[in-house]
């Protein structure tokens, strides 16, 4: 790939956001005088702050390098993480789950699980989360040293370091507030950077019905059936019919069930940003309005990388091409980039894909130092010690959970579409998990020996069949196959991930139900107000204007969504 040569006026909007990022931290450190301050902005956010928080946490390198290589990949159908998993999802954590995060006042979602269950469960699930967010900042920290390397010239190896201590900078100095507030001046400059990108590729290639019909040159191409790339749900009938080598019931079950609701419901890089809200129906109301820029998000960051295939499909040559053959997914987004902005508009393109990757990294590094400090040091390493002790010990953890993702980022260069890792590690974390959740929060009679005992069944049956499946053309090894026998081959990566992740949900929540009904309740009827959908009294939102209640929200989400599904079937 061509490096890329900037102008002064592209240099000047880099250091510019550099500046401001720091400044922000600088700015907020003084606010931080407690442990609360730092890991949960002493709860003091407005909704709106939050719910731009709660997407941009996401919109790492996962969301705009993965989502664009793999909108090259496997086409419209990408926009079911949007339509079919995410939005749906985010509806369920604002309405049902929002209420029990936030009114048991509980700290992150390991300490929720000590409350509902026992203390084994919440450190069996702070360990595999701390692993978890690692892993995720670690890609973000491997795109974004891998752009700076391809079209800036600069070695892997400094522009990792590079980035690892920008985003510690500003943590260590305002935590979470800072990690917040950074997060929203990222969404926007996201939103500017892509937006240009959209509109010149679009212009380039004759609008959707130019880019439709260049897809479906791709398609045939690759032996499918034309309307493969531009559709999201006509060709789902069977696994051999599109390119993400999945029939209706793997992505609906895996994808649109197990790994979306398992992420946006459990997973407390996203649910830390709704807790930081400053009142319930602002924690509530925080997903919601979260998802409504959420479900606009296909265009700016999956439409480049079908835009990208198509012209690479068509006219040849335009992504790199790997050493098996295949192109570089994950380049579809900076190529796309060095090919349509002009200087200027460069410089503010880099600039979101960069914020974009800092987003994800200090998401998950504030998610990791809560979740180390408070369900892990705190609880059985050095209890009872003084908040200033918790407070310094959260600025050990944001170093040390740098250093770690630091070495996931090396392990990232196995993977030519990052979110196919992404998803596979949340195949073994986030899938049992929500089969734990869903049971303890809807069915009193779950008990601690069962969750427990149900994840490690879950995160051990994640493996397991991870380690007898292969994704066709693969390898064994990281990809699949370990136990040197394969008894299937999927088509693809992804949708080894989705049956990975139903298997892992399944097998939890049956484990879960049964060692359950086997063994006695550790927790009372009165211990689980609260904490139960059964035993909490129902919220009113009577006082608030129609408009601005979460119910309302929910449908006006929903309805949009079925809509955008309707038109891109």
């Not at 990022?21 to 931080?32: A, D, K, S």
């Not at 595999?128 to 800036?152: C, D, P, R, W």
């Not at 998950?364 to 180390?372: D, L, R």
Request: charged letters at 10%; proline letters at 4%; glycine letters at 10%.
């Amino acid at each position: 790939m061509q490096q890329i040569h900037l102008g002064p006026i592209d240099y000047a909007i880099l250091g510019v956001y550099f500046a401001f990022v720091l400044g922000i931290g600088w700015t907020l450190r003084r606010f931080v005088k407690s442990s609360e301050d730092f890991f949960l902005s002493g709860r003091s956010i407005p909704a709106w702050i939050a719910g731009l928080a709660f997407i941009s946490a996401n919109l790492g390198a996962q969301e705009v390098i993965g989502m664009g290589a793999s909108g090259a990949k496997y086409g419209m159908m990408t926009s079911h993480f949007y339509w079919l998993g995410a939005i749906p999802a985010m509806v369920f954590v604002g309405i049902f789950m929002m209420p029990f995060y936030y009114g048991s006042r509980a700290r992150s979602v390991p300490e929720y699980l000590k409350l509902r269950f026992d203390e084994k469960t919440r450190g069996f699930n702070a360990i595999t989360f701390a692993v978890m967010t690692v892993f995720s900042s670690g890609i973000s920290m491997y795109a974004l040293a891998k752009l700076l390397e391809l079209i800036l010239g600069w070695s892997f190896h400094t522009s990792v370091i590079l980035s690892a201590a920008i985003v510690l900078a500003y943590i260590f100095l305002g935590g979470l507030t800072s990690a917040i507030y950074n997060e929203v001046l990222q969404f926007f400059l996201i939103v500017m950077g892509f937006l240009p990108l959209v509109l010149l590729g679009l212009k380039d290639v004759g609008g959707w019905s130019g880019l439709t019909a260049k897809l479906n040159t791709v398609a045939t191409h690759a032996g499918y059936a034309p309307g493969a790339w531009s559709s999201s749900w006509r060709h789902l009938d069977a696994a051999s019919a599109n390119p993400m080598g999945v029939e209706w019931f793997g992505l609906v079950m895996g994808l649109g069930f197990v790994l979306s609701f398992g992420y946006w419901c459990t997973d407390f890089l996203v649910v830390q940003r709704a807790m930081a809200a400053n009142s319930m129906t602002a924690a509530r109301r925080t997903p919601l309005l979260a998802a409504i820029p959420k479900m606009l998000f296909p265009v700016l960051v999956i439409l480049p990388g079908m835009i990208a295939i198509a012209m690479h499909g068509t006219g040849g040559g335009l992504l790199p091409v790997e050493s098996d053959g295949t192109p570089n997914y994950n380049l579809a987004v900076p190529v796309m980039l060095a090919h349509y902005l002009p200087s200027g508009l460069l410089g503010l393109g880099l600039t979101a894909l960069m914020a974009s990757f800092m987003s994800g990294m200090a998401g998950n590094v504030t998610a990791f130092n809560a979740v180390w400090t408070y369900d892990i040091y705190q609880s059985h390493i050095r209890p009872g010690q003084s908040d200033q002790h918790y407070l310094r010990m959260g600025h050990f953890a944001t170093v040390f959970g740098i250093l770690l993702s630091v070495v996931a980022a090396y392990a990232a260069t196995r993977f030519n579409n990052i979110l196919d890792m992404l998803q596979l590690v949340f195949a073994f974390v986030n899938a049992p998990l929500f089969a734990t959740f869903l049971l303890g929060m809807f069915w009193r009679r779950t008990t601690g020996h069962g969750a427990f005992y149900g994840l490690l069944i879950g995160t051990a049956a994640a493996a397991i069949h991870h380690g007898l499946v292969l994704p066709h053309g693969a390898t064994p090894g990281l990809k699949g196959a370990f136990f040197g026998t394969v008894l299937h081959t999927y088509p693809s990566e992804m949708a080894q991930n989705f049956w990975t992740a139903i298997f892992a949900w399944s097998a939890c929540f049956a484990a879960t139900i049964a060692i359950s009904l086997a063994t006695k309740r550790n927790k009372s009827d009165d211990e689980l107000k609260g904490l139960v959908y059964a035993l909490t009294p129902r919220l009113t939102d009577h006082e608030i204007v129609w408009y601005k209640r979460p119910a309302t929200l929910a449908v006006l989400v929903l309805g949009l969504t079925l809509v955008l599904n309707v038109i891109f079937w």
